[in-house]
């Protein structure tokens, strides 16, 4: 089965957004397990594409409280050092361990085996972030005042 993206073309890069999930301005995804009332975390595909290819990832720690804004990993990339802010209030339940051996799956699979952690929310549904169609046209806008 194949995931049907929304897209945005921009000069010569195309950014898709995954339905469904939660984003905030800074380019942060939130998907919630409804079933473990666990929300997993990630990098937009944009965001990944405009910060370069990762070379390190360093997650906060398992069992770290976090509030809107506070750092919920670093990442190294070629191009420049990221401090990924969360979008969300909650506990960090789970890092993703692959990443410290490849964390090229950052780039590669942003939506899928890229997660960066899985947090326990205060609160769900959160307050202040972007559906994906919203995104869409904030992301476009962010890469069309970039390009």
């Not at 010569?12 to 957004?17: H, N």
């Not at 995954?18 to 409804?34: C, F, I, Q, R, T």
């Not at 506990?91 to 942003?110: C, G, K, S």
């Not at 769900?124 to 806008?141: F, I, K």
Request: aromatic letters at 8%; proline letters at 6%.
């Amino acid at each position: 089965m194949t995931t049907q993206f929304l897209e945005a073309r921009v000069d010569k890069f195309i950014f898709r957004v995954m339905p469904g999930y939660l984003y905030s301005e800074a380019g942060v995804w939130a998907a919630l397990d409804e079933a473990r009332q666990i929300v997993r975390l990630g990098l937009s595909d944009y965001r990944q594409q405009s910060s370069g290819d990762v070379a390190f990832f360093n997650p906060s720690a398992v069992g770290t409280r976090v509030s809107v804004g506070d750092e919920l990993a670093s990442i190294e990339t070629v191009k420049v050092d990221l401090e990924v802010p969360s979008p969300l209030t909650g506990m960090i339940v789970a890092a993703n361990e692959a990443l410290e051996d490849t964390p090229e799956r950052i780039n590669q699979d942003p939506y899928g085996s890229g997660w960066l952690v899985e947090l326990r929310p205060d609160r769900w549904p959160p307050v202040g972030l972007l559906d994906s169609e919203q995104y869409l046209a904030v992301m476009t806008a962010q890469a069309e005042a970039e390009s």
